[in-house]
């Protein structure tokens, strides 16, 4: 298996532009997990899905974030407009109640 | 909400001691606890976890306590190398979805 996989590895881009977030799911995986990590506020659980449901947003820091998982291999984490506050590593991570396996993260730079 | 607490937030030693990191936590409803280790620029790495039932867990040089009654769980390095370098996170879930709340990590530099 490949593994979590992330789409794009490193992301930059200006105030005020849409960025997507991209998460494919290990195949079978019914848990899928969005968090964010900064050197402030260290790792923080964004929202998670569930058989593609989301059960828990409470972590979603404004209306400017959105998610979604149209099925069970693909997941999308959208921001507009981006400020840059929303720069960090953003991790996709996946799980069949067993321990979760994270990706390698996706590193959004806003200017 | 749960507040998940790792104590020291940097630590550098020699190689071969021995060592310990510590994590707290505020709300002892947990479901399990995990140590994950992250090398710079990289993605996160699971070495052991901790059933709400269990008291320890070892693989290899690495052993991980719990007591879940004093919110509390320890990550046991010992012979300490360079290559252990990295930052040891700590999370506990609250229910078998594995949703998980992290403490802030340890930085541990291991100097030859």
């Known amino acids: 298996d490949a593994g979590v996989i992330q789409s794009p590895r490193h992301e930059v881009t200006e105030m005020g532009q849409e960025v997507t977030l991209r998460c494919k799911p290990i195949s079978g995986h019914d848990y899928l997990f969005w968090y964010r990590q900064t050197m402030m506020r260290g790792l923080e659980l964004l929202i998670y899905?569930?058989?593609?449901?989301?059960?828990?947003d409470s972590g979603m820091p404004e209306d400017r974030f959105s998610a979604k998982m149209p099925n069970a291999s693909f997941s999308t984490l959208k921001i507009q407009p981006s400020e840059p506050r929303d720069s960090a590593v953003y991790f996709c991570?996946?799980?069949?109640?067993?321990?979760?396996?994270f990706g390698p993260g996706t590193r959004l730079t806003v200017l | 909400k749960q507040e998940v607490t790792q104590i020291p937030a940097a630590l550098s030693v020699p190689e071969g001691e021995n060592l310990v990191l510590n994590c707290s936590f505020t709300d002892s409803a947990i479901y399990n606890l995990q140590w994950f280790r992250q090398d710079p620029g990289k993605g996160l790495t699971s070495l052991l976890l901790i059933q709400s039932s269990q008291r320890e867990q070892t693989s290899g040089r690495l052993n991980a306590s719990l007591d879940k009654s004093s919110g509390r769980s320890t990550l046991y390095i010992a012979a300490s190398q360079p290559g252990d370098s990295a930052t040891y996170l700590c999370?506990?879930?609250?229910?078998?979805?594995?949703?998980?709340?992290f403490g802030k990590g340890t930085s541990l530099l291991v100097t030859p």
């Open positions: 899905f569930n058989n593609n449901v989301p059960i828990d």
């Open positions: 991570a996946s799980s069949s109640r067993q321990p979760p396996v």
């Open positions: 999370a506990v879930s609250k229910n078998s979805g594995y949703a998980l709340n």
